[in-house]
């Protein structure tokens, strides 16, 4: 008999699909009997497929013990297709698919290995292989349990490692972050009390330059030059930081022309020393202020996005 033939086939596939569809209340052996005589087997013919059956089965059987666990499943699996009720069926099958996962750790298989396990059981609540098979799929399911929890509590564990460098990081951020601020603040006092030094010596000159004026005033050819510094000198009073600079430096150009106009003679010399005197602590000033500026430009710039409020600030020609 050839169990290839397309009858056959089609008995198999109405048995695993009437014992699927039967849920926990599976067909019994005489009522697949009925089923095949319905398609077309006789008596004789399906007496020859549950020997066919028994073959398989003790096939599988060889297979297992031989460690040949894929061609175990197939065999068991063919002779429970044909006959879910021959004894040890579901349970060699059970076998074979646990030791196939144990092999490639396939949790498929041990999946499957759970269900034919079951399954004896439902026909023979004592049988002893599909006992095993059940309290070995139990075992490792509870091993890998643990192993879960230990990976979760590993993964908890690295989260709060996490958390805490980096919360750490941006400690160390923050902490940067204020040592920045308050360096850019002491960076542009010393900018400040630099340009007061600056206004000192400047304020000094300053002084000297009404006599200068006077002195300058006695040529009356010079008037034009006198009025460009007290018109610079009222524009610095009441410029702004941006203003005050270049002012500033206009008003130095014009008072060093006005020292040109003066005739030299000991009292009017004296007054020109005293000017140079001032003039030379400006210069020194400046360049002591341009040196202060240089550094908080530098920051300023090296922290601009995190630190808008700080601008830089200009330069002595």
Same mark, same amino acid.
Do not use: C
């Given at each position: 008999?050839?169990?290839?033939?397309e009858?056959?086939?089609?008995?198999?596939?109405?048995i695993?699909?009437a014992?699927?569809?039967?849920?926990?209340?599976?067909?019994?052996?005489?009522?697949?009997?009925?089923?095949?005589?319905s398609m077309?087997?006789?008596?004789?013919?399906?007496?020859?497929?549950?020997?066919?059956g028994?073959?398989?089965l003790?096939?599988?059987?060889?297979?297992?013990k031989?460690?040949?666990?894929?061609?175990?499943?197939?065999a068991?699996?063919?002779?429970?297709?044909i006959?879910?009720?021959?004894?040890?069926?579901?349970?060699?099958?059970a076998?074979?698919?646990?030791?196939?996962?144990?092999?490639?750790?396939?949790l498929?298989?041990?999946?499957?290995?759970e269900?034919y396990?079951r399954k004896?059981?439902?026909?023979?609540?004592h049988?002893?292989?599909?006992?095993?098979?059940?309290?070995?799929?139990?075992?490792?399911?509870r091993?890998?349990?643990?192993?879960?929890?230990?990976k979760?509590?590993l993964?908890?564990?690295?989260?709060?490692?996490?958390?805490?460098?980096?919360?750490?990081?941006?400690?160390?951020?923050?902490?940067?972050?204020k040592?920045?601020?308050?360096?850019?603040?002491?960076?542009?006092?010393e900018?400040?009390?630099?340009?007061?030094l600056?206004?000192?010596?400047?304020?000094?000159?300053?002084?000297?330059v009404?006599?200068?004026?006077?002195? #300058?005033?006695? =040529? *009356?050819?010079?008037?034009?030059? $006198?009025?460009? +510094?007290?018109?610079l000198?009222?524009q &610095? %009073?009441? /410029?702004?930081?941006?203003?005050i600079?270049?002012?500033?430096m206009?008003?130095?150009k014009?008072?060093?022309?006005?020292?040109?106009? #003066?005739?030299? =003679? *000991?009292?009017?010399s004296?007054? $020109?020393?005293? +000017?140079e005197?001032?003039?030379?602590r &400006? %210069?020194? /000033?400046?360049?002591?202020?341009?040196?202060a500026?240089?550094?908080?430009?530098?920051?300023?710039?090296?922290?601009?996005?995190?630190?808008?409020?700080?601008?830089?600030?200009?330069?002595?020609?």
């Amino acid at each position: 008999m050839d169990f290839k033939e397309e009858k056959y086939q089609a008995q198999l596939r109405a048995i695993v699909n009437a014992t699927e569809a039967s849920g926990d209340r599976p067909l019994s052996l005489s009522e697949l009997k009925e089923l095949a005589n319905s398609m077309g087997l006789s008596d004789k013919e399906w007496e020859q497929l549950l020997e066919e059956g028994n073959r398989l089965l003790a096939l599988a059987k060889n297979h297992l013990k031989a460690r040949n666990y894929t061609d175990a499943v197939t065999a068991a699996d063919e002779a429970t297709a044909i006959n879910p009720y021959l004894k040890d069926g579901n349970a060699v099958l059970a076998q074979a698919y646990l030791m196939q996962w144990l092999d490639d750790q396939d949790l498929v298989k041990m999946q499957k290995a759970e269900y034919y396990a079951r399954k004896e059981l439902k026909v023979d609540a004592h049988d002893t292989q599909a006992l095993n098979v059940l309290s070995t799929v139990q075992n490792k399911k509870r091993i890998l349990g643990k192993d879960g929890k230990l990976k979760k509590y590993l993964f908890i564990g690295l989260g709060v490692i996490s958390l805490l460098i980096l919360i750490s990081y941006f400690s160390i951020s923050g902490n940067s972050s204020k040592g920045t601020a308050f360096k850019l603040i002491e960076l542009e006092e010393e900018v400040n009390a630099k340009y007061e030094l600056i206004q000192t010596a400047t304020e000094r000159r300053n002084n000297l330059v009404p006599e200068l004026l006077k002195a #300058v005033q006695s =040529n *009356d050819n010079n008037r034009a030059i $006198i009025n460009e +510094i007290e018109n610079l000198q009222k524009q &610095i %009073s009441s /410029a702004n930081a941006t203003e005050i600079i270049p002012l500033e430096m206009a008003l130095e150009k014009k008072i060093n022309e006005a020292k040109g106009l #003066v005739s030299t =003679n *000991d009292s009017k010399s004296s007054l $020109i020393i005293s +000017i140079e005197g001032a003039e030379n602590r &400006i %210069s020194f /000033a400046r360049s002591a202020y341009n040196e202060a500026v240089k550094n908080y430009n530098v920051l300023v710039k090296q922290n601009q996005a995190d630190f808008p409020q700080f601008e830089t600030k200009p330069y002595y020609p």
